[in-house]
C-alpha cells in the first residue's frame, strides 16, 4: 500500500492534470470553433455577394464575377476561395478560374437542403490536396432556383489549431513538471518535519517526559501542531511529577506509623506484661490506627477529587448556621487551649451553601488554626459579601507564614517550618485537601497574612454571587 505522503502526492497530480487537461481541451476548442467560425463567415460573405450579383443580371448570362487578370488590385477577399454557380437541378452553370476543370461537389442531399431553402455548410477533406471548408447559398432569380458555392483551404485553419495544440501540450506538460516537483517537494519538506516529530514522539517515555517535539520553525499548522503537542507533554509531565512527588510523600508518611505500631507491638511482645501495661500499648497502638485511617481517608478523598468525582449530593444549608455550628463543635478542644473562637457575621441577609464541602473545609481551617494559635489568643471567623461574591474568613494571632513558603502552602504534604520541626502534629494534607474540595465545588482559598501578625485564610464561596 502506498504512503500517505505517496497519496498525496499521486493525488495531487491526478487533479492537477485533470485540470490542466480539461482546461486546455477547452481552450483548443474554443480556438477552433473561432478560427472555423472565421473561416465560415468570409466564405458565407463572398456567397452573399455573388448571389446579390446574381439577382443583377436581369437575364444575362450567369458568371462568377471575377476582375479579369491584370485589371484591378489584388483581392483578398478572394484570395484562395473557389466559387460555383449551380442551377437547381445540380449543373454547374460557372464557375471560377482558379477551380479549372474540376468542379465542387454537389451531392443529392446538398440538393435537398438546397431545394429547402437551406445554407449549407460542408468540409471536403478528400476534394483537393488540401481539404476544404465549403458553404452552398440558395439564391432564387427570376423563378429559377440557384445556388452559389464558395469553398476555401482549411490548411491554414488546421495549422493554426496544430501549433495551438503543440503550444497546449507544451504548456500542459511544463506546468504539470513544475507543479508535480513543488507538490513533491513540499510534502517532502512536510513529511521529513512529520516524521522526525514521530520519531521523537517514540522515544518520549514515563522516564523521559523533560523532552520536547523538534519544531519545524514554521508558524504554520505544524509548527502550532507541535507546540500544542509540546505543551501538553509538559502538562504531562508536570503531572506525573506531582504523582510521582505525592507517591514519594505518601508512602513516607504511612512508612512512619506503621514503623512506630511494629516497633510498638514488637516491643510489647518481648516479655509478658501486666494488663495495664497491655492496655496502654493497644491504646498506644490504636491511636496509630487512628492516625493511619485519617490519612488513607484523605489520600482517598484527593483521589476521588482528581478523578473528578464528587463528594456527594448538594445539601444546602445557611451559612451562618453552618458557621455556628463548626465552632460549637471545636469550643472544647479550643477552650482546653484557653483559645475563643469568635464569629462576626456581617451578612445582611441569609446565604445557602452546600453543607457538606463548606462544613469540612472550615472545620479544617478552624483546626489549623488552633494548631498554630498561642495560648489565651482568639481565632476570628468573619462573614462578609464582596464584589466576588460571599467570603468566610479564619485569622488567627499566630507567628503567621512566612512568605517564602506561601506559594507552597496548599501543596500535599508540605508542611511549614514549625511544622517540620514536630511543633504542630499532622501530615500536610489538611490545606491541599480543603483547596481541591472548594476547587471540585468551583470556589477557592487564598492565605495570607494579617495586619494583626497571624495567617488569615479567606475562602471564596461558589454560587453566592
Same mark, same amino acid.
Given at each position: ?42 466564405? @458565407? ?20 464575377? +471575377? ?12 484570395? *484562395? ?12 452553370? &460557372? ?29 471536403? =477533406? ?11 447559398? =440558395?439564391?432564387?432569380? *427570376? ?13 491554414? &485553419? ?10 497546449? !501540450? ?5 506546468? @504539470? ?18 516524521? $522526525? ?12 517526559? *523533560? ?18 503537542? $509540546?505543551?501538553?507533554?509538559?502538562? #504531562? ?19 512512619? =506509623? ?6 510498638? #507491638?514488637?516491643?510489647? @511482645? ?8 497491655? /492496655?496502654?500499648? @493497644?491504646?498506644?497502638?490504636?491511636? +496509630? ?6 490519612? /488513607? ?41 484557653? #483559645? ?9 441577609? =441569609? ?69 517540620? !520541626? ?44
Amino acid at each position: 500500500m502506498l504512503s500517505l505522503r505517496r497519496r498525496l502526492v499521486l493525488i495531487h497530480l491526478l487533479a492537477t492534470v485533470a485540470t490542466v487537461g480539461a482546461t486546455a481541451v477547452g481552450g483548443w476548442w474554443q480556438l477552433s470553433r473561432s478560427v472555423r467560425g472565421q473561416l465560415d463567415s468570409a466564405l @458565407l460573405a463572398l456567397a452573399d455577394t455573388e448571389v446579390g450579383m446574381l439577382a443583377d443580371t436581369s437575364g444575362a448570362a450567369v458568371r462568377v464575377h +471575377e476582375a479579369a487578370a491584370g485589371s484591378a488590385p489584388l483581392s483578398l477577399t478572394r484570395l *484562395d476561395r473557389l466559387v460555383q454557380i449551380i442551377d437547381g437541378n445540380g449543373r454547374v452553370l &460557372a464557375r471560377s478560374a482558379n477551380l479549372g476543370g474540376d468542379k465542387l461537389p454537389v451531392p443529392a442531399r446538398l440538393l435537398a437542403q438546397l431545394a429547402a431553402g437551406e445554407t449549407a455548410f460542408d468540409t471536403l =477533406p478528400d476534394a483537393r490536396e488540401e481539404p476544404l471548408r465549403m458553404v452552398s447559398v =440558395p439564391a432564387l432569380v *427570376d423563378g429559377q432556383r440557384y445556388a452559389v458555392q464558395v469553398a476555401g483551404s482549411l490548411d491554414d &485553419a488546421d495549422h493554426i489549431l496544430q501549433s495551438a495544440a503543440i503550444l497546449f !501540450a507544451v504548456m500542459a506538460t511544463a506546468l @504539470l513538471a513544475l507543479v508535480g516537483w513543488a507538490g513533491a517537494r513540499l510534502s517532502r519538506q512536510t513529511f521529513v518535519a512529520m516524521e $522526525n516529530i514521530v520519531d521523537q514522539a517514540r522515544k518520549i517515555g514515563d522516564s523521559s517526559l *523533560d523532552r520536547r517535539l523538534p519544531h519545524p520553525g514554521n508558524d504554520d499548522e505544524i509548527g502550532h501542531l507541535v507546540d500544542t503537542l $509540546n505543551a501538553m507533554l509538559g502538562r #504531562i509531565e508536570q503531572a506525573f511529577e506531582v504523582q510521582r512527588r505525592f507517591t514519594a510523600d505518601a508512602s513516607h508518611e504511612l512508612r512512619s =506509623p506503621l514503623s512506630r505500631l511494629r516497633t510498638e #507491638i514488637e516491643i510489647t @511482645l518481648r516479655r509478658p506484661r501486666s494488663n495495664e501495661e497491655y /492496655v496502654s500499648a @493497644l491504646r498506644s497502638c490504636l491511636a +496509630e490506627v487512628g492516625g493511619l485511617t485519617m490519612l /488513607v481517608e484523605e489520600l482517598l478523598m484527593l483521589a476521588r477529587l482528581d478523578a473528578g468525582q464528587q463528594l456527594g449530593q448538594v445539601e444546602l444549608a445557611s451559612l451562618s448556621m453552618l458557621a455556628q455550628d463548626t465552632i460549637s463543635r471545636l469550643n472544647a478542644p479550643a477552650a482546653e487551649r484557653r #483559645i475563643e473562637i469568635l464569629l462576626q457575621d456581617e451578612l445582611a441577609e =441569609p446565604v445557602q451553601v452546600d453543607r457538606a464541602p463548606v462544613s469540612l473545609v472550615l472545620r479544617n481551617l478552624l483546626e489549623n488554626a488552633l494548631k498554630f494559635s498561642p495560648a489565651d489568643g482568639h481565632i476570628t471567623v468573619r462573614l462578609q459579601r464582596g464584589a466576588a461574591g460571599v467570603t468566610l474568613s479564619v485569622e488567627d494571632q499566630g507567628l503567621g507564614i512566612a512568605e517564602h513558603e506561601l506559594p507552597f502552602l496548599f501543596e500535599r504534604f508540605f508542611r511549614g517550618t514549625g511544622a517540620r !520541626a514536630g511543633e504542630v502534629d499532622g501530615v500536610g494534607l489538611g490545606l491541599a485537601l480543603s483547596q481541591a474540595i472548594m476547587q471540585a465545588y468551583g470556589g477557592r482559598i487564598d492565605a495570607a497574612n494579617a495586619s494583626t501578625g497571624g495567617a488569615r485564610f479567606t475562602l471564596y464561596l461558589p454560587g453566592t454571587a
